[in-house]
């Protein structure tokens, strides 16, 4: 499946890492970058999740929510976010439902890993919709942060 620009965001319910639920729904009347990287304590995603946590402030002031989803398990997922001071909702898609939802899981990956999130990019709108989908097969790429904060300047302006 594959989603583009102008489909409905497909609902969902995650575990955060903190065990709270989160519901995609909760976040209408506001932007969503949802980011989704293969796993924890790698390099490229810590690189990647420090860069957005540094620029946390610039994504508020475009009304904007960040939430990262990988299949990693909560516990790891709070563990990494203590370990690097992330400030930002991290999701467990533990059981691949929502990264298929999204058409951004590896089928394989390496080392034989099977089921594994891609590295992806979607913003949806206050309404739910779909404004930018990125999905990288390369797990060694970065989403076009660029593209993304121009898309979400547009929406806010």
């Known amino acids: ?3 583009k620009p102008g489909d409905k965001a497909p609902e969902f319910t995650l575990r955060a ?3 709270s639920q989160i ?3 909760d976040y209408r009347g506001k932007n969503v970058l949802l ?8 390099g490229v995603c810590t690189k990647e999740l420090q860069e957005m946590n540094a620029s946390l402030a610039e994504y508020e002031k475009l009304n904007t929510q960040l939430l990262a989803v990988s ?3 909560i516990y790891a ?3 990494w976010k203590h370990d690097l001071g992330f400030d930002f909702p991290m999701l467990s898609d533990f059981n691949k439902t929502v990264s298929r939802k ?6 394989d990956f390496v080392f034989e890993m099977k089921g594994v999130s891609k590295r992806s990019a979607f913003v949806i709108d206050k309404e739910g919709t ?3 989908a990125e999905v990288l097969e390369n797990a060694g790429e970065l989403p076009d942060f660029l593209a993304i904060r121009k898309i979400l300047e547009e929406l806010d302006g």
């Open 35 to 42: 980011l989704f990287f293969p796993l924890a304590f790698t």
């Open 23 to 25: 519901h995609l729904k």
């Open 71 to 73: 299949v990693d398990s």
């Open 17 to 19: 890492s903190d065990k």
């Open 77 to 79: 997922l709070e563990r």
């Open 130 to 132: 779909i404004r930018y």
């Open 102 to 107: 999204y058409g951004c899981l590896y089928k």
């Open 1 to 3: 499946m594959e989603i």
